[in-house]
């Protein structure tokens, strides 16, 4: 467990064995598979901490959490995030697997419009790595493969934006499930 002076919030790492029973009150989660990008993990716990989301990083990470980017863009709502680092996919896969979530892997390789799924609040939304997405491991473990669509010839929308697109139509529908 890391702890940040004068801070409420906590940062937990689980190592070789199977995490303990987390109760996690928020409607669903985000996981971010081996973030590169320290202001961008920022930025995307400030909206987990905003929309009441619980937040999931898959390490190895290409930063140190106590970067200063890191700090700079998410530190000041870390006491307000409900933040789980994972170790490796491995113990991720292990830990969720225990839980029964629904992973649903956010990628410009998907044929399914973010859109069109109906999403559940038992759901993680999961997103790669910013330099080069996730492994084919990941890939076959996604219960569903979701798009953004973008315009043509043009590469992927920012990590960041991409995961507060998704989380706003997941909150969207699980609030109104009528609504798609």
């Not at 507060?164 to 997941?170: D, I, K």
Request: with cysteine.
């Amino acid at each position: 467990m890391h702890e940040f002076p004068g801070r409420r919030c906590f940062i937990e790492t689980f190592p070789a064995r199977i995490a303990p029973d987390i109760a996690l009150a928020q409607p669903m989660q985000i996981a971010l598979f081996q973030p590169d990008i320290a202001q961008n993990t920022g930025t995307i716990l400030r909206l987990c901490a905003c929309l009441g989301i619980a937040a999931h990083i898959i390490e190895p990470a290409g930063f140190p959490v106590s970067d200063r980017l890191f700090r700079r863009a998410g530190m000041d709502y870390l006491d307000h995030v409900s933040l789980i680092r994972h170790d490796s996919w491995a113990k991720f896969e292990d830990w969720r697997a225990a839980h029964g979530y629904r992973l649903l892997l956010f990628t410009t390789k998907a044929a399914t419009d973010y859109r069109d799924f109906r999403y559940q609040t038992s759901d993680i939304l999961l997103f790669g790595r910013e330099s080069a997405g996730v492994t084919d491991a990941v890939v076959e473990a996604a219960d569903a493969r979701l798009v953004i669509p973008i315009k043509a010839g043009l590469r992927s929308l920012n990590v960041a934006m991409t995961a507060a697109m998704a989380a706003g139509e997941a909150l969207r529908q699980i609030r109104n499930p009528q609504a798609r």
